[in-house]
């Protein structure tokens, strides 16, 4: 039932809407401008840089400068690592909890929950010694460690509420008309699994990608992931404008893509299911 | 479905998640607790003795103490009060009929998947330099002087930029609460009267309180632990200027290798940060039983 909408109203609402939408996104459009820009040019007042001709010559000093793309490739392994195996130690939780509730069930998701609760400042000294003294520091399977603990609670909690949705009395249906429990397995819970699977990764992806304490505190030239390796462009290399926005871009670009893919999952796993 | 047998299967199933995260929490926080304790210093290795609580009383005492915690405080009311607010004004923006509304939220939300590195080098840079940067041209466009915000302004410059990555957080969660409002409720009150102002807090605002107290809780959690963007754009200072209790724990442990205070101010965090949780816990928790 919706109400027609006076049309003058509408191109109001309209024309605000999208101003604000461009300004909270003009940050990003900038950068991606000024990456395909020389040095010389990028510092240009901003007409001028709008009219300054186009070039990728900035993508090619960002891999000379160091190696970018090995960062690239420490924050693939790290937030695909890390999210691998949570997703294997979380599916069996979050399934039995999902299927065989007990009476402590509840208390357990909560108790996980608030590990995540944890401010990692709290604990920086004992990981980092550990992480000294078993050679863990600056490695990619010291980060997969971490990264994969740190979301644990998130991705259990997130598979949890999506699996809680599959109606039990499906299963008991299929067990009925003479299904095995592979063919159960297989034909029957996966295909309604797999969603519920899919935006639990895309969103543990992200945060792996983004996550900004652990990876720069435990990490230096090695395993550095691209968060670390951007802020070695803080002073007095940020001056380098086409170079900073040549590398961002790119740090940038994969996951705000799957960010905008997975947008209407995200408020479940954020709010861990308190807003529907 | 739950037999005895599937009873012990699902234990079974649970185990190394409960493991792993018993793992994560208990041992780094014994030793945190214990080395709160001792007086251990990284550069001075196998010297450490037990300090009893002075590593508590030398933390809390000190002046720096004060001055992090009340920045904490001004970055996480700052940041809580702008994203609120805006993310409320933004919600009901793109809860009304408008053209295109699918990329509109896509360019609003888009901040939020910027890792904070980069999110705090580009503003710095670009934006708020007072020479090269976008505003420093506006202003001068305008006739005014530019300004230097990270050099007179440096703890505002840090709250505006993590607004600017929690608003679109603030805004879709509102936004999702929004849409599940009775519009029928909403055109009866038209229908009695009642104004656009008094719908909003009468009907909307009280609908809405919910969603912004998970909002507000979330964030609280998060922003207690803002730290890249310090790292990379002031490294907390000009003098104290933007050290966040995050920040000068970091400095205490990482930088003046000083473990013992270092993890004193950690429990001390870990004790703040709980006192959050509590009450966010408890609103999930309930939401669990429905």
């Known amino acids: 039932m919706a109400r027609a909408v006076p049309l003058p109203r509408k191109a109001l609402t309209t024309a605000l809407a999208w101003t604000i939408g461009v300004l909270m996104f003009f940050p990003i459009l900038w950068i991606g401008i000024l990456a395909f820009r020389t040095e010389v040019d990028a510092?240009?007042?901003?007409?001028?840089?709008?009219?300054?001709?186009?070039?990728?010559?900035?993508?090619?000093?960002?891999?000379?400068?160091?190696n970018y793309l090995r960062h690239f490739t420490n924050s693939v392994v790290i937030a695909l690592g890390s999210t691998a195996i949570a997703l294997l130690v979380a599916i069996p939780a979050a399934w039995s909890m999902a299927f065989v509730p007990s009476r402590r069930t509840k208390n357990v998701l909560l108790w996980m929950l608030s590990t995540k609760m944890l401010p990692p400042v709290g604990v920086l000294i004992p990981i980092y010694l550990i992480f000294r003294d078993a050679g863990l520091l600056d490695t990619r399977t010291g980060l997969v460690i971490v990264l994969t603990l740190i979301n644990l609670p998130i991705v259990v909690w997130m598979l949890y509420t999506y699996f809680r949705e599959i109606p039990a009395e499906i299963l008991e249906a299929a067990r009925m008309d003479g299904a095995t429990l592979r063919s159960e397995l297989l034909f029957v819970l996966l295909p309604m699994a797999v969603p519920g699977i899919a935006s639990t990764v895309l969103l543990n992806v992200i945060l792996a990608w983004n996550e900004a304490f652990w990876t720069l505190n435990l990490s230096a030239a090695r395993a550095a992931p691209l968060t670390a390796f951007i802020a070695s462009y803080s002073s007095p290399e940020g001056l380098f404008y086409a170079k900073l926005s040549a590398?961002?871009?790119?740090?940038?670009?994969?996951?705000l893509l799957i960010g905008w893919v997975s947008q209407r999952q995200l408020v479940r796993g954020l709010t861990f299911g308190a807003v529907k | 479905m739950s037999t005895r047998h599937s009873r012990a299967a699902a234990r079974l199933m649970m185990t190394p998640s409960v493991l792993l995260l018993l793992g994560w929490m208990l041992i780094p926080l014994g030793l945190t607790l214990y080395f709160s304790f001792l007086r251990y210093n990284l550069l001075m290795p196998g010297t450490e003795t037990w300090a009893g609580w002075s590593n508590y009383y030398y933390f809390l005492t000190d002046p720096s103490f004060t001055t992090a915690v009340r920045n904490t405080l001004v970055l996480v009311g700052g940041v809580l009060v702008i994203t609120v607010a805006g993310g409320i004004l933004l919600a009901l923006l793109l809860d009304q009929?408008?053209?295109?509304?699918?990329?509109?939220?896509?360019?609003?939300?888009?901040?939020?998947?910027?890792?904070?590195?980069?999110?705090?080098?580009?503003?710095?840079?670009?934006f708020m330099n007072p020479v090269n940067g976008v505003f420093a041209w506006l202003a001068q466009t305008m006739g005014m002087r530019p300004f230097d915000f990270f050099g007179r302004a440096p703890l505002a410059s840090i709250v505006w930029i993590v607004s600017w990555q929690w608003l679109p957080f603030a805004t879709l969660i509102l936004l999702t609460a929004l849409q599940s409002l009775d519009q029928e409720q909403m055109e009866a009150a038209e229908m009695d009267g009642a104004g656009p102002l008094s719908r909003f807090a009468f009907i909307t605002l009280p609908h809405l309180a919910r969603a912004i107290t998970v909002v507000i809780l979330i964030q609280t959690i998060f922003l207690l632990s803002v730290f890249a963007e310090i790292l990379v754009t002031t490294n907390g200072g000009p003098g104290m200027a933007t050290t966040t209790l995050t920040y000068l724990i970091y400095v205490q442990s990482l930088l003046q290798f000083d473990v013992g205070m270092g993890s004193a101010g950690g429990v001390i965090a870990i004790i703040l940060a709980n006192i959050v949780a509590i009450f966010l816990m408890r609103m999930i928790g309930r939401n669990l039983d429905r």
């Open chain 1, 43 to 66: 510092i240009r007042p901003p007409l001028q840089v709008l009219a300054a001709p186009w070039t990728t010559e900035s993508f090619a000093a960002v891999q000379q400068r160091s």
């Open chain 1, 247 to 255: 590398a961002s871009i790119m740090a940038i670009a994969p996951i």
């Open chain 2, 97 to 126: 009929p408008i053209w295109g509304r699918g990329i509109v939220r896509l360019l609003v939300i888009a901040p939020f998947f910027v890792m904070p590195t980069v999110s705090a080098l580009v503003w710095q840079n670009m």
